[in-house]
Structure formats: C-alpha cells, structure tokens
C-alpha cells in the first residue's frame, strides 16, 4: 500500500507500534554478502575449536595476525595497544587501548564463554567388556543424554604424561582417521527403556565410548582388547595408563559446521553455545579502532557455574581490569563505576515445534538479530543481574543510531525452568551489565542450529557498542 492510501490510523500504527524485523528482509546485496562470507570464517573457528583449549588457542592465532601481542601483569600500556592475555590455555581476553580516559569513560567489555556440553573422560576410564574396549566418562554441562548415543564422535584433549610433558590429543576430525561411538539399545529389546523419562532412557553410567576391538596376538595376557589399545596410545602418544590421571580428554561430536537448508540461511554445528558470541566478541575488538578501550573475555566453565581458575567467577579476570587501570594511571573503582559490559550468550528461538515451551510475544525469533535480554535466571528471576532500564535505553539508543537489527527475549515460559549466564558476575563488580546473544535452535544438543543473519546482528552490535 502506497503512502497516499495509508488511513491516519494505519500510517499512526505503523509509527508507534513494535515490529521484529527479519535481517534477511531488511540486508542490501551487499550486506547479504558479508554476512554469508562471515559465516564462512565462523564455521571455521567452529571446526577448529571444539573445545575451550582449542577456542583459544583459535582466537590467540587471529589476534596475532592482526598485530596483537600477549600481555602479562605488570607490562606497561599506552594508548593504541593492542594486547590479548591467556588464562591456562583455556580462556582469554583481547584488548584494545583507546583514546579516552578510562577513569571517567570506563571499559567497554564484551564477556562470552568457550566451553560446551560435551562427555569428559574420568580419570581411570579404561576397561574391558564382552569383546569390546570402553573409556567410562562424566557428561560436562546440561545435556540430554540420549542424544549423544549412536552419533560420531571424537576425542579431544591434552595429556600430561609422568615425565611432565604435554601431548595434545585430537583424533576423529580427519576422513582417514578413526571415530568413537556410545552404544544405543535397539528398539526391539527398548520398551522398558522408552517406558520411563526421557532423563533415565540413557543414565551418565552407561555413556561409555567404545574405542576397540581388536585382540592383543598373546593369548595369555588377559584384557587383550585393552592391551592392543595401550599399545596404540604409546606408540602415537608416549601414553602409559596412569596418564589418564592427569589428562583433559573429552568426547565431542565428530560434525562438521553445515549451511542448513536449500537456501543456506542456517548453520548446523557442535558448539553454538556459546561460539556463535564468543567469535563475533573477539573479531569486533580486533576489526575496531574506538576511542573507548574495549576488552572481549573469552571464558571458560560458564556451563557448569563459573566455577575454578578459568571460569567467569575467578578473580583473574577483576585482576586483569586492574592491572589494565594501574597501567594507565586510573583508579580502579571508578573505572568499574563507569563501565559497561555486554554478557554475550545465546538464547532459545522460538520453535514452533515445541510452541508449548515459549510464550511467543517475548520469544527470539529466527532471523530477527541478536535478542536483548534483560534478565535471565530461572522462574521469579532467581540468578539473574537484572539489567536497569536506563541501560538497556542506552544500548538501544546505540543499536539504532548504527543500524542494527535486534530484538528482546526471555528464555522460554516463565515457570518452565529458564538459565543463567556470567552477566551476573560482572554486575556483582558494579559494571553496568546486561545480556545480548543469538538465538539457538535445539540448544546443547549435539548438532544446533543458527541463523547466519543473527550471527552477523551479532557481530554488527558489538562494533556498536564499542563506538
């Protein structure tokens, strides 16, 4: 309908009402362009890493081709620095030293997280059964335990050996190389198992990944099958079985990062959760040049509480702010009064396959940009920062002043359970925080699903914020 035939009331309603946007909708040629192609630079870092030692490894690479170097405490800084600092190998955080005075600007922060569900090895896991060798295994973060039987898998992660050295593990990525497997009960023998909860069809016990089957040639050895695989271990690895003691290994699904659907607006992948923030958190910081100094963290345990010496909770991260403010001759506690932060983690899209879950007009929608949440946590709020209004007015003023394509959520029904994220941690400083992230079909599943145009909003509302 033309301007001239609108009513008063149609062209008042068009001017004071709300409406989502599509992205895909709303994107020139040229921009549809641009989001594909960062797409495609996603799905690498999707591939590369599967977990948070890889992810970080990952965005150190990147930060290095763009002329970052590695800070430690205690280094001098100046305006125009462009730093990264590693926790342990498993997070990290990238920075940029702007122009103006932290002290009264602040920092403009940017806090993801790295690690995913996924199926940890125990620490002696090896043994023997009916012809078959298993490693046993303790499930990391909230998954449902069903979904990772019957599926590819391969194993990732490093080894300390009783020499004290490392060896990094990684087997199951390659076409040549061999995947590990958690067995399923056919359905033939499955009624008593499909008659109970969803929770107990697979218990944590039984996800034990088969890893070989081949006899050692010694008929007197006993637990031949074992043996053949620690033979494997030590001539690839230098591995004996007491090195399970101090090793890091994890099974995780052996997908690659897919375009789904015939047009290719969506990507499959292990991982969304939280990767699909965390890369455009880094990639903005290292393709910004604000006047503001600007920090991604990339962080590690967000989903099993932010616990330990890489999670959110750690005092490093707080240390690290300070040394950053020392350096630069602030006061650390006006600096946290003044800055801000974007806690950067996924929310559920609206499916519509499982409407029952979601109250649909305060649902992510597919496609319609990064999804804004004002408080997360579980039911009557319980967990969460719950960011102010003035806030999130300020965020919002930031988005529509460059152009990007977003909206708000909550995540799912209010008394059907909810989640929490690392926002609150970083409120607990006196740091403005609130959340902002992409919407996740079948989220912690082994295979989730994303659009690439709330991949890019991603992207463009960090470089907002950091303006």
Known sequence: MSETKKTAGQKLQESLSYKRTNYFEKASKEELKEMFDY???YKKF???GKTEREACEYAVEDARKKGFTEYHFGDKLKKGDKKYFVNRGKSVVVFRIGSKNIEEDGLRIIASHIDAPRIDLKQVPLYEDSNMCFLKTHYYGGIKKYQWTAIPLALHGAVIRKDGSKVEIRIGEEKDEPVFYINDLLPHLGGEQM???ASKIIEGEQLNVLIGGLPYADEEVKDRIKLTVLQILHEKYGMEEEDFLSAELSAVPAFEARDVGFDRAFIGAYGHDDRVCAYPAYTAVLNNESEHTVLAMLVDKEEIGSEGTTGMQCKVYEDLMEEISIALGANFRKVRANSKCLSSD????????FANAFEKLNSSLISCGTSLC???GARGKSGSSDASAEFVGEVRKAFAENGVIWQTSELGKV???GGGTVAKFLANLNIDTVDLGVPV???HAPYELISKADLYSNYKAFLAFMK
Request: hydrophobic share 30%; proline share 8%; net charge negative.
């Open 39 to 41: 797409a495609e630079d």
């Open 46 to 48: 999707l591939d590369n």
């Open 195 to 197: 008659s109970g909860p």
């Open 346 to 353: 996924v929310t559920a899209a609206y499916d519509p396959n």
């Open 374 to 376: 004002k408080y997360t």
């Open 415 to 417: 008394d059907f359970g």
């Open 441 to 443: 079909i079948s989220m």
